[in-house]
C-alpha cells in the first residue's frame, strides 16, 4: 500500500519551519541579553559602590525583561501552533481527498480547530484539565455536535481546547512554564557570570566577550546554529533549549492535527505508519518505530522524545490508492522507495556512516544480524522494548563474537 509522497515532504518542511519561529523566539531572547551587557561594559570606570549600585539595577533589569520575554514567546507560540494546527488539518484532509474519485471527495471528514486550542496547548497543566476546559461551555456544545456526528457518521470532529490541554512536552511540562524555567536560569547565570569576573578582576570586555561570543544586536541574518555557535555563556544553551522547545511543540501539534484527521477518516484508513527521518541523527526510539503500522489510538505518535523529527502517514485502504510503484520518501542521500524501513536505509549504508548511527562497536553486529533476520527486524532488536538502548556487554552475551 502505497501513501502521497507529499506527506513524507511535509515532515521535512515542518522542521523547517521549527527553525523559522525558534529564530524569532532566540532572537528576543539574544537582543535583551546583548542590551544588558552592552549596559554592562559602561560600568568599568565608575567608583566601587557606583559600579555595585549600577550593577544591582542591570541585573534587575535583566530579570524583568526576561520574565516578560518568557510571556512574549509563549504568545508567539501559541499564535504560530494555532496557525499550523489549522494548516495540516486542511493540508491532511486534501490529501485523502486527493485519494478519492473525483466523485466521491466530499465523503472526506474535516477537523475543525478550537480557538483556544494551541492557547491551551503552551499553557493548561494537563492536572487542571477539568477547570479549565472541561467546565467550558463552548467545548460541551462541540462535544454534543461530535457525538451526533459519529451517530450520523458524517460531520465535525474537533481539536478542542480540552484536547490541547493533554498535550505536554515529552517531560510532562507545558510550554509556558519551559520559557519561564529558561528566562529563570538564564537571569541566574547572566549573574554568577558578572559577579564571579569582577570578584576576580575580569575587565568587563572580557566578561561581555563570555557572555555573548560574537553576537551583536538586531542579528537576522543567521541561522539558528549559526545564532548558537556565535553566542556566549549566556545565549547558547538557551538558545539550543528553545530550539529544542519550539521543534518538539511543532512536532506534536502537526502530528496531533493530522491524526485527528485520519481518526476521523477511518473508512479511508484505518492504520497509520510511523516514519522516521533517514539519516544518522536518529534516535534509537524512532529507528525501532520506522515503518511499523499501528490502529489509531493504539500505537506511538511522534514526539517519543525532545527534538523528535518523526511524522506519521496514514496507510490508506489499497482499494481506494492502489499500490504504486514509483511513490518515494526522502532521505539524506535523496529518494528512496517509500516503504524502505530505516533498517533498510541503514543496511546500503556505507560502514562509515553506520558506525555513525550506530556506534563503531555496534555494526558488526547490525550487519550479523540484518543478514539472519533481514534489515527492519535487526534494527528493532538493537533497541528494548521501552526504547533504550542495549548495551554492547549484552549484546556480546546474547549474540557472541560478531
Given at each position: 500500500m502505497s501513501t502521497p509522497e507529499t506527506l513524507y515532504r511535509n515532515a521535512i518542511d515542518l522542521n523547517?519551519?521549527?527553525?523559522?519561529?525558534?529564530?524569532?523566539?532566540?532572537?528576543?531572547?539574544?537582543?535583551i541579553i546583548i542590551d544588558a551587557v552592552n549596559q554592562l561594559r559602561v560600568i568599568e570606570d565608575l567608583a566601587a559602590p557606583d559600579k555595585a549600585a549600577r550593577l544591582r539595577g542591570i541585573l534587575a533589569q535583566l530579570k524583568e525583561s526576561l520574565a516578560g520575554w518568557?510571556?512574549?514567546?509563549?504568545?508567539?507560540?501559541?499564535?504560530?501552533?494555532?496557525?499550523?494546527?489549522?494548516?495540516?488539518?486542511?493540508?491532511?484532509t486534501e490529501e485523502l481527498r486527493k485519494a478519492l474519485p473525483v466523485g466521491s471527495r466530499d465523503a472526506v471528514r474535516t477537523v475543525e480547530i478550537s480557538p483556544q486550542f494551541a492557547q491551551s496547548v503552551v499553557t493548561t497543566d494537563p492536572t487542571?484539565?477539568?477547570?479549565?476546559?472541561?467546565?467550558?461551555?463552548?467545548f460541551a456544545a462541540v462535544e454534543g455536535a461530535e457525538a451526533l456526528a459519529r451517530q450520523a457518521g458524517t460531520g465535525v470532529f474537533n481539536l478542542t481546547a480540552a484536547k490541547g490541554a493533554t498535550i505536554t512536552l515529552p517531560n510532562g511540562?507545558?510550554?509556558?512554564?519551559?520559557?519561564?524555567?529558561?528566562?529563570?536560569?538564564?537571569?541566574?547565570?547572566?549573574?554568577?557570570?558578572?559577579?564571579?569576573?569582577l570578584l576576580t578582576g575580569e575587565t568587563t570586555p572580557?566578561?561581555?566577550?563570555?557572555?555573548?561570543?560574537?553576537?551583536?544586536?538586531?542579528?537576522?541574518?543567521?541561522?539558528?546554529?549559526?545564532?548558537?555557535?556565535?553566542?556566549?555563556q549566556a545565549t547558547a544553551v538557551a538558545d539550543n533549549q528553545i530550539i529544542t522547545l519550539v521543534r518538539t511543540?511543532?512536532?506534536?501539534?502537526?502530528?496531533?492535527?493530522?491524526?485527528?484527521?485520519?481518526?476521523?477518516n477511518q473508512d479511508i484508513t484505518k492504520k497509520y505508519r510511523y516514519v522516521a527521518t533517514l539519516d544518522t541523527r536518529t534516535s534509537s526510539i524512532c529507528r525501532a518505530l520506522d515503518g511499523r503500522e499501528f490502529e489509531y489510538g493504539k500505537g506511538p505518535t511522534p514526539p517519543q522524545h525532545f527534538n523528535c523529527r518523526s511524522t506519521t502517514v496514514p496507510v490508506i485502504d489499497p482499494d481506494i490508492l492502489p499500490p504504486s510503484t514509483t511513490a518515494t520518501r526522502a532521505s539524506k542521500d535523496g529518494q528512496v522507495?517509500?516503504?524502505?524501513?530505516?533498517?533498510?536505509?541503514?543496511?546500503?549504508?556505507?560502514?562509515?556512516?553506520?558506525?555513525?548511527?550506530?556506534?563503531p562497536g555496534k555494526v558488526a553486529y547490525f550487519n550479523k544480524l540484518a543478514d539472519k533476520y533481514?534489515?527492519?527486524?535487526?534494527?528493532?532488536?538493537?533497541?528494548?522494548?521501552?526504547?533504550?538502548?542495549?548495551?554492547?556487554?549484552?549484546?556480546?552475551?546474547?549474540?557472541?563474537?560478531?
Open positions: 523547517r519551519y521549527s527553525n523559522s519561529v525558534a529564530r524569532r523566539v532566540i532572537n528576543a531572547y539574544n537582543d518568557a510571556g512574549d514567546a509563549t504568545e508567539l507560540t501559541a499564535t504560530e501552533l494555532q496557525g499550523l494546527a489549522e494548516l495540516q488539518s486542511e493540508f491532511v487542571q484539565l477539568n477547570v479549565v476546559a472541561l467546565s467550558d461551555d463552548l511540562e507545558v510550554i509556558t512554564k519551559a520559557f519561564r524555567g529558561i528566562a529563570v536560569d538564564q537571569a541566574e547565570r547572566f549573574s554568577q557570570v558578572v559577579r564571579q569576573g572580557s566578561i561581555a566577550k563570555r557572555l555573548i561570543g560574537n553576537l551583536q544586536f538586531g542579528e537576522e541574518a543567521k541561522t539558528v546554529r549559526q545564532l548558537v555557535a556565535a553566542g556566549g511543540s511543532i512536532n506534536q501539534v502537526a502530528n496531533t492535527a493530522s491524526q485527528q484527521v485520519y481518526e476521523a522507495p517509500i516503504n524502505q524501513s530505516y533498517g533498510e536505509w541503514l543496511a546500503k549504508q556505507p560502514r562509515s556512516v553506520q558506525a555513525e548511527a550506530l556506534g533481514g534489515p527492519r527486524n535487526a534494527i528493532a532488536k538493537l533497541v528494548r522494548d521501552d526504547g533504550a538502548e542495549v548495551t554492547l556487554e549484552q549484546l556480546r552475551k546474547r549474540y557472541g563474537p560478531a
